[in-house]
C-alpha cells in the first residue's frame, strides 16, 4: 500500500496520545483530509479562503476549536456534508502539537483528486486490515466488492444498498461506471450514524457529491419510497449484517410496502427480511448480488419455506461459494447470493452453483483475500457458464433439495482428508453403482436423541441415563460411566430410550462418531447430539457400524455435513446414505474375520508392547539406575 507506513504514524500517534480507536482515528482523519480536498473545488461550492486548512495553521493556538468552527462552515456551504461532522469533539481530545502536526502534515499534500480518492481508499482498508477492532464489520472486503459490482455487468441506471456501511460497495459500483463509461445514479442508507458520516466522507472523496445516503433503519423505515411504494432499482448490492435479530417483528409482518410476501419472517435473523427487501427494491428486469452467510442458504423452517418460493419463482441466477475467513475479524464462509428478475432464457428454471472456496491469496497472519486472478476465474464461469467438475454445474430448480442453496450441496470435492488414511480421493460413480445398494433408510428404523432441559436434573439415582458426545470414545459407548437424569414431564421418551444392537451417530461437531449399543441393563437414552438407528434384521450392526467407519462412510457422511459455525448432519440426508447391503450371513461372516483379525493384531501390539517395556528395564539395569524404583502394574 502506497501511504501505509503514513497513515500507520497517524494511526499510532492518535491512539498512543488519546486512546482513540481505529474508526475514531479514521473520523479524525478523514475529517482533516476533507477539508485540504475540497480547495480543489472552492469556486465549485463558493468556499470562502478562510475555510482551508492554512488558515487554520495560521491561528497556532486552539487549533481543536478553529477545525469545528471551519467544519461546521464547510456544513452550510457543501449541503451533502450536512450532519457529517457531528463528530468533531474527537479533536478536543488531541494536544495542541499533535492536531498542528496531522493538519500541516496533511496540509502539504499535494494530490490530484485521483490521488486523493487513491488515498483514502488506502485509509479504510488500513484500518480494516486492523481485524478484531470496532467498527470493521462494516467494511466489505475491495475483492468482495469489485466480483460483486461485476456480477451485476451495470449498462447504466441507478444502484442501490440498503446496508451501506461505510460506502465502500457504493464506491465500488462508482468505480466500475466509471471504467465502463456508463451513468450510475448511487443510493445508499446505513443505520450506524458514524459509519453514515464516513461513507458520506468516502463518496466525497470519490467525487460523488450526487450520491444519496440516507440514515435510518433499511427494514423499518426505508429511505427511498415513491408514493406508498418502494423506489424501485436498476442494480443492488448489499452486505447486510448477518443473523441479526429482528426488534420490530409485527411492524414488519404488516409491512406498509408488502415487502414479505415470499414467507412469514423468522423472528431469530433479519437475513431474510434483507434478501425481501432487495427483492421488492428491484425493478422488473433488475439483478441484486447479496452476500450472505452458509445459514442463511440451508437453515430449516420458514426461511427455507421462503427459499422454495424464490425457487418456484425462478429468481435465483446462482449462488457462489467463497473463501472462509475473507472478513475481517471473522472465520465464516460467505456467499454471493444473485438474484435476477430477467434471467436469460437458456439459464431459465436453473441455477449457477460455483464453488469458489478455494480460490483465494494469503496476507500476513493467514488473512484471506480474492486475488485479481481469482476474481477473473470466477467472472469467467459465471458469464461464460462454464461447468468444471467440482467446480461449477447447473443444477436444475426442479432438483434442488429441500431448499438446501449450498454449493457443496451440489458441487462435492472428490479428495477429502479422512482419518487415519490421510488424503483420499472418492470416485461417486463407483459408490453409486455398488451392488445392493439401498439406502440406509431402508435397512433401519430412525429416531432422534432428547433435549436435556434445565429442569431435568441429573442425580445420582435417576431413572434414565444418557449418553452424550463425552461417553464416546474410539467407537464405543462408555455404559458405566453414564450420567443418570431424573426427567419429568415429557409424554415421549419411550421414543428416544435404545436398544442392545442400535447404531448411534453424532451429527453435531466436526469429528463423527459411531458406536453400536452394547448389552445393558435400565433405562438409556441418546442425546439431541446423536441419531439412532435400529437395523432392521437382515443387517448386522456392526457391518453397518464398519462401513460408516470406512473411507467410504465418512466421505458420504462428511459431504453432508452443513453449518455455520457447527456442522450438523440432517437426518433426511443421513436416511439417503447408500449403503452395499449383503446377504446376512455374509455380513456375519465378514465381521467375524475382520474381528478375529483385529484381535489378533490387538494380542501382536500388547506382546510388542511388553517387548518394548522389556528392553527399556534392560537400558536402566546397564544404566545403574533399575534398583531405583518399582513398577507397581505389570
Not at 496533511?106 to 494530490?111: C, K, L, M, Q, V
Not at 451440489?410 to 463407483?430: A, C, M, N, R
Not at 463423527?512 to 448389552?519: D, E, R, Y
Request: hydrophobic share 40%.
Amino acid at each position: 500500500m502506497v501511504y501505509e507506513r503514513e497513515l500507520s504514524h497517524f494511526m499510532d500517534q492518535l491512539r498512543s496520545e488519546a486512546n482513540i480507536s481505529v474508526i475514531d482515528s479514521v473520523q479524525t482523519i478523514a475529517s482533516i483530509a476533507s477539508v485540504k480536498f475540497l480547495e480543489l473545488d472552492k469556486e465549485r461550492y463558493s468556499l470562502p479562503d478562510e475555510l482551508s486548512l492554512v488558515a487554520i495553521l495560521k491561528e497556532g493556538a486552539f487549533l481543536a476549536e478553529k477545525v469545528k468552527a471551519v467544519l461546521n462552515e464547510i456544513e452550510a456551504h457543501v449541503p451533502f456534508l450536512k450532519g457529517v461532522y457531528e463528530f468533531s469533539d474527537l479533536f478536543g481530545r488531541l494536544s495542541n502539537n499533535t492536531l498542528y502536526h496531522l493538519l500541516s502534515r496533511i496540509h502539504s499534500f499535494a494530490f490530484t483528486k485521483e490521488q486523493w480518492k487513491q488515498w483514502i481508499e488506502s485509509l479504510f482498508v488500513y484500518a480494516g486490515n486492523m481485524a478484531g477492532v470496532e467498527g470493521v464489520e462494516l467494511i466489505t472486503p475491495a475483492g468482495v466488492n469489485e466480483l460483486g459490482i461485476r456480477l451485476l455487468n451495470m449498462e447504466g441506471g441507478e444502484f442501490y444498498d440498503g446496508a451501506s456501511g461505510l460506502s465502500g460497495t457504493l464506491c465500488a459500483a462508482s468505480e466500475y461506471a466509471r471504467r465502463h463509461h456508463c451513468e450510475v445514479a448511487l443510493y445508499g442508507q446505513e443505520i450506524n450514524q458514524r459509519a453514515w458520516a464516513l461513507g458520506k466522507l468516502r463518496l466525497l472523496f470519490h467525487d460523488r457529491t450526487d450520491a444519496h445516503l440516507a440514515k435510518g433503519d433499511t427494514l423499518t423505515e426505508p429511505a427511498f419510497v415513491e408514493g406508498n411504494k418502494l423506489k424501485k432499482f436498476d442494480y443492488i448490492m448489499m452486505n447486510f449484517p448477518f443473523g441479526m435479530r429482528i426488534n420490530s417483528y409485527e411492524q414488519l409482518m404488516n409491512d406498509r410496502y408488502d415487502r414479505f410476501v415470499y414467507g412469514r419472517l423468522p423472528r431469530t435473523s433479519a437475513d431474510m427480511a434483507f434478501i425481501l427487501h432487495a427483492l421488492s427494491s428491484l425493478k422488473e428486469n433488475g439483478k441484486a448480488v447479496l452476500v450472505v452467510t452458509n445459514g442463511t442458504l440451508f437453515r430449516g423452517g420458514p426461511e427455507a419455506v421462503i427459499r422454495e418460493h424464490l425457487l418456484a419463482a425462478d429468481l435465483i441466477e446462482s449462488v457462489i461459494a467463497l473463501p472462509s475467513s475473507l472478513l475481517d475479524g471473522a472465520a465464516i464462509q460467505i456467499n454471493l447470493l444473485v438474484l435476477n428478475k430477467n434471467k436469460s432464457a437458456e439459464r431459465e428454471g436453473n441455477i449457477l452453483f460455483i464453488n469458489a472456496e478455494n480460490y483465494y491469496g494469503e496476507r500476513r497472519r493467514g488473512r484471506r483475500y480474492l486475488r485479481q486472478e481469482d476474481i477473473d476465474r470466477i467472472m469467467a464461469i459465471y458469464h461464460e457458464g462454464l461447468e468444471i467438475d467440482e467446480v461449477s454445474k447447473f443444477v436444475s430448480v426442479r432438483e434442488i433439495e429441500e431448499a438446501n442453496l449450498l454449493s457443496n450441496r451440489y458441487l462435492q470435492s472428490s479428495e477429502w482428508t479422512i482419518e487415519p488414511y490421510g488424503k483420499v480421493k472418492f470416485y461417486p460413480d463407483h459408490i453409486k453403482n455398488l451392488p445392493c445398494v439401498q439406502p440406509l433408510k431402508r435397512i433401519g428404523t430412525f429416531y432422534r436423541g432428547i433435549n436435556i432441559s434445565a429442569k431435568d436434573a441429573e442425580t445420582e439415582n435417576g431413572p434414565y441415563k444418557v449418553i452424550k458426545l463425552s461417553d464416546v470414545q474410539n467407537g464405543e459407548v462408555l455404559i458405566d460411566q453414564l450420567a443418570s437424569y431424573e426427567i419429568t414431564n415429557n409424554a415421549k421418551i419411550e421414543s428416544y430410550l435404545v436398544q442392545e444392537g442400535d447404531v448411534i451417530i453424532s451429527v453435531r461437531g466436526a469429528g463423527i462418531k459411531i458406536a453400536v449399543i452394547p448389552p445393558h441393563e435400565g433405562n438409556i437414552l441418546i442425546s439431541h447430539n446423536f441419531i439412532g438407528i435400529r437395523p432392521h434384521r437382515h443387517v448386522d450392526p456392526f457391518y453397518l457400524k464398519v462401513f460408516l467407519e470406512s473411507p467410504v462412510g465418512q466421505y458420504l457422511l462428511l459431504s453432508k455435513q452443513a453449518g455455520t459455525n457447527v456442522t450438523i448432519l440432517n437426518m433426511k440426508d443421513l436416511e439417503n446414505i447408500p449403503i452395499p447391503v449383503r446377504p446376512f450371513e455374509e455380513q456375519k461372516e465378514i465381521i467375524m474375520s475382520y474381528l478375529e483379525e483385529q484381535k489378533h493384531i490387538q494380542d501382536i501390539m500388547k506382546q510388542l508392547e511388553k517387548q518394548r517395556l522389556e528392553s527399556s528395564l534392560k537400558l536402566y539395569e546397564k544404566m545403574g539406575i533399575r534398583s531405583t524404583f518399582t513398577l507397581m502394574q505389570s
